[in-house]
């Protein structure tokens, strides 16, 4: 694999095996398994290889079924489902010592002109201009390395049982928009069973704090991808609690550039399950 100017696009990019084959490799954040979206943003990566250069994601379902191992590669089996005339469908398998640990489902088409409508909402700039003057935004951010985060202080949230935080990639990225989908699928896994503990006064900032109190995992995961953007730009990510109960936590996402255009949508269940005191 060659190496780009970005860390980032290095870690995404998948080492091709054979035909339809690819292999990535895993990082350990300090989690104790591998981070959901990583696998997410490797197996949209691993799909754009099979693509013609004219067509782009526009939805991903996936689900998480085992815990990856960050100790090992990821290998994933890449299914040409369909190439139509604008539409071109693939499933994603990731495996890991032999067993299925994820798999994802994406439609990529043709750019293509139409009726074009968003709900416009500005998204705090002020609260992201005040953090550059003081320091490079980067609290609470177990991605550091390749993201800068601002997450905004709860007095400042502009709406009720929300997480929202500016990001963007901290390295350049290529104008290739496939890389600008696969970075923000990396990053769109922050925040949103977070969102899920807020009604329940478990937001802890704190991850290690957090994950004393509640075992967190993602079950599934969606984003839909409406307009272009740069994800080495900044980005208003918000998520919002939708439901808590069964042991599961459902919240839906939005994610703006700083004009106020809706650039992607998102939403992920997870188990939400509180953990026994010994």
């Known amino acids: 694999m060659s190496k780009s100017s970005s860390p980032l696009l290095d870690f995404l990019n998948c080492e091709t095996l054979d035909l339809n ?10 989690t104790g398994q591998v981070y959901g979206g990583q696998v997410l943003g490797q197996a949209i990566k691993a799909a754009y290889n099979t693509l013609p250069e004219d ?8 689900y998480f079924l085992l815990r990856g191992d960050v100790d090992a590669p990821i290998i994933y089996e890449v299914d040409r489902s369909l190439d139509g005339g604008s539409f071109s469908s693939r499933r994603v398998v990731a495996i890991q010592h032999g067993r299925q640990i994820f798999h994802l489902s994406a439609s990529f088409q043709k750019p293509e002109e139409g009726l074009d409508f968003y709900r416009k ?3 705090p700039v002020d609260a992201l201009h005040e953090a550059l003057e003081q320091t490079v935004p980067l609290d609470h951010n177990f991605q550091n390395e390749y993201f800068d985060v601002h997450y905004l202080p709860s007095e400042k949230v502009t709406r009720e049982d ?14 290739d928009l496939a890389c600008h989908h696969s970075v923000l699928a990396y990053i769109s896994d922050m925040g949103l069973l977070q969102a899920t503990l ?10 290690q704090k957090r994950h004393e109190k509640v075992l967190l995992a993602t079950i599934d995961h969606a984003i839909w991808f409406h307009r272009p953007f740069r994800a080495d730009d900044w980005l208003f990510y918000e998520c919002r609690v939708q439901s808590t109960g069964n042991g599961r936590g459902l919240a839906h996402g939005r994610i703006h ?21 010994k």
Do not use: N
Not at 267 to 277: A, M, N, V, W
């Open 55 to 62: 067509r782009f994601i526009h939805s991903a379902h996936a």
């Open 257 to 277: 550039d700083q004009s106020g255009a809706l650039v992607a949508s998102t939403s992920q269940e997870g188990l939400l399950r509180l953990r026994r005191l």
């Open 21 to 30: 084959l690819y292999r990535g490799q895993s990082r350990d954040f300090k």
């Open 162 to 175: 929300c997480v929202q935080y500016w990001m963007k990639a901290k390295h350049p990225l290529p104008d």
């Open 121 to 123: 909402w500005v998204p």
């Open 198 to 207: 807020i009604p329940h006064k478990l937001d802890e900032p704190d991850l």
